[in-house]
């Protein structure tokens, strides 16, 4: 049988057709809802970006999501402290600690640890964006195991529409928008919508509404 030639395309193209279409596999949650956490550590972030500022801006951001999906979450300044006060300063000791020794500590139900895997500005042909990238796990405290896992990633550019003044004026326009974002930090705002698309239940494959929420499950 002969193909038409719209039909040889088609075939040629199903590879890639199935990879894009294909959304990324719900999360199977069995784990998370037979630890039925209700109380989470968040610990800092371990920042993998060249700028210094994306440690900070990350665990401040990622404490709403956490706080509004219902758990009950140890306050960062606190939490810095009781570290600091036991001689750990930096995101990969800390990460490291055993879970025995965070349990007596702190005495959470389960931890948090977070990869900042991008944070700042990317640069690109005609323009740049504030980028951000997370990586996000939750530990059960009594098992030790991973009961939960994810990515997000979010940039200032999402919302841009596309420009019809040319290419003198998408260059006037990148400019712009590259130095009104490097001096206000779109990348704080940026990692806001991240970690709630990391963490808030709301978004796919994030976290379980906690105890302290009404559409909590368990």
């Known amino acids: 049988m002969k193909l038409s030639f719209f039909t040889k ?23 998370f809802r037979q630890a039925k956490p209700k109380s989470i550590l968040i610990l800092p972030p371990i920042n993998e970006s060249v700028e210094v500022s994306g440690e900070n801006a990350v665990l401040s951001a990622l404490v709403r999501p956490v706080a ?10 606190v939490v810095a402290e009781t570290f600091k006060q036991n001689g750990y300063t930096q995101p990969t000791e800390i990460h490291r600690i055993p879970l025995s020794r965070l349990d007596k500590i702190f005495g959470a139900d389960a931890i948090l640890y977070v990869n900042i895997k991008e944070y700042g500005q990317k640069y690109y042909v005609v323009g740049s964006s504030a980028v951000v990238t997370l990586e ?28 019809s003044a040319g290419v003198v004026g998408m260059l006037v326009e990148a400019v712009i928008t590259q130095v009104v974002e490097e001096v206000f930090d779109a990348s704080y705002p940026t ?28």
Do not use: M
């Open 9 to 31: 395309i088609l075939i040629a193209l199903s590879p890639l057709l199935l990879v894009v279409g294909c959304s990324s596999p719900e999360f199977d949650y069995t784990q």
């Open 68 to 77: 509004e999906a219902g758990y009950y979450v140890y306050p960062t300044t």
């Open 136 to 163: 996000g796990r939750l530990v059960d405290v009594g098992t030790g195991q991973d009961i939960w896992s994810g990515t997000a990633t979010a940039s200032s550019s999402e919302n841009n529409s596309g420009s």
């Open 191 to 218: 990692s806001k919508i991240a970690t709630t698309r990391l963490l808030f239940p709301e978004s796919p494959n994030a976290l379980l509404y906690g105890p302290r929420h009404p559409k909590s499950e368990f």
